[in-house]
């Protein structure tokens, strides 16, 4: 990952160095249980985003670094409350805060989380104000939904609509708020935000794959994915367990999916000028997206 996005490696650095000043400006007995979360095998592929069509969109302008560190605290902190909703013991190898201690404190840290990113929404405007709330409230509403359909089988139309209002909105909430900084063509705009949004999808049914295969907390907590959705439609009267069916056929069929949208986000781009961001970007996608 280094060498794809060393063009925007001092952007990067910056981004790292500010966040920490971010993580340790409020100290509590959580702080380094915090910091360790925050940088212990991070993917950062929102902030890397806003970075990428910073440069490719020409746009010059310090609110970028507030909006990536803002992406990323709110991402964060949406991962944390999520563990909780899931009861995950472990993420990225490391106790989970609901575990290590419990579900009231692993809400507040995850609070917390939120109320640094609102200072850092603050630094900016109006106009990004208002996109970070509607994203953030429609991820929000997204989330109550699925946990309503909980224990449900519901068809690939249903099950790819709930998975760009949860995942998307948090990829996309960043070039938005870049398009508040400065006139941007409204065809550029469509095909960027197009690209994003076949992007978020691919990259979340490939992570509904990964943790599907390693036997995750989806299947037990009654959150049906895009494998077992596949089952159901071959297998309408069948018993579902994980352990005792073969499911390559479906986890393969699932990784066509993935690919399908790779391939279509990558169209959106044609048009874009060219530009070693654009390449970065291409390699980006085609890297964290194959199977």
């Given at each position: ?62 609110k ?16 944390i ?71 449900k089988?519901?068809d ?13 909105n ?9 398009f ?35 036997n995750?907390?989806?299947?037990k ?15 309408h ?8 069916l ?24 044609e ?21």
């Amino acid at each position: 990952m280094d060498k794809i996005v060393f063009p925007i490696k001092k952007e990067l650095e910056n981004f790292e160095k500010k966040l920490e000043e971010i993580i340790l400006s409020e100290k509590n007995f959580l702080t380094c249980d915090l910091r360790n979360f925050i940088f212990t095998n991070p993917k950062r592929l929102r902030p890397i985003f806003v970075f990428l069509f910073s440069k490719i969109l020409k746009i010059q302008d310090s609110k970028v670094l507030d909006i990536a560190l803002i992406v990323e605290l709110i991402h964060s902190a949406s991962l944390i409350h999520d563990d909780i909703i899931d009861e995950e013991k472990t993420r990225r190898n490391h106790p989970t805060f609901f575990d290590k201690y419990n579900s009231k404190i692993a809400v507040l840290e995850g609070d917390f989380l939120l109320s640094l990113a609102l200072n850092q929404i603050a630094k900016t405007n109006i106009d990004i104000s208002r996109v970070f709330a509607k994203r953030i409230k429609d991820t929000i509403q997204a989330e109550i939904i699925q946990n309503e359909n909980l224990n449900k089988i519901c068809d690939l139309n249903c099950y790819i609509k709930k998975t760009k209002e949860k995942t998307a909105n948090l990829f996309l909430v960043g070039l938005e708020a870049l398009f508040c900084l400065v006139k941007i063509d409204e065809k550029i705009k469509e095909n960027v935000l197009s690209f994003m949004e076949n992007y978020s999808l691919a990259f979340q049914i490939k992570n509904d794959i990964d943790n599907f295969k390693k036997n995750s907390s989806d299947y037990k907590n009654g959150n049906y994915t895009l494998p077992v959705i596949y089952f159901f439609m071959e297998n309408h009267t069948a018993e579902f367990n994980q352990k005792q069916l073969n499911f390559e056929k479906y986890i393969q069929k699932s990784y066509k999916k993935v690919d399908e949208y790779r391939i279509f986000a990558l169209k959106f781009l044609e048009e874009l000028e060219n530009s070693e961001y654009k390449e970065v970007l291409i390699k980006l996608t085609n890297e964290t997206l194959r199977s």
